[in-house]
């Protein structure tokens, strides 16, 4: 499954590896794309989009909105 989260207030390569950090917690996460000039958030694997999205709100971000699911 991928996802794809916008995430609004993320700004900087901090912000990023916060996130990074928080959904590899998750575990069965096989990669993770980060795109800072369009704030959005890729996550591959067997995940849930809800625990993805505490994971971002967990680590001090907003998940805006859920632009896809694959």
Known sequence: MKITIKVPDMT???CKMAIEGAIRQLGSVDD??????NKIVEVVGDVQIPD?????????YTAD??????
């Open 52 to 60: 993805v999205v505490d994971a971002i709100q967990g680590a001090g």
């Open 32 to 37: 993770i794309v980060i795109d800072l000039d």
């Open 12 to 14: 900087c390569n901090h």
């Open 65 to 70: 909105e859920i632009l896809g699911i694959q």
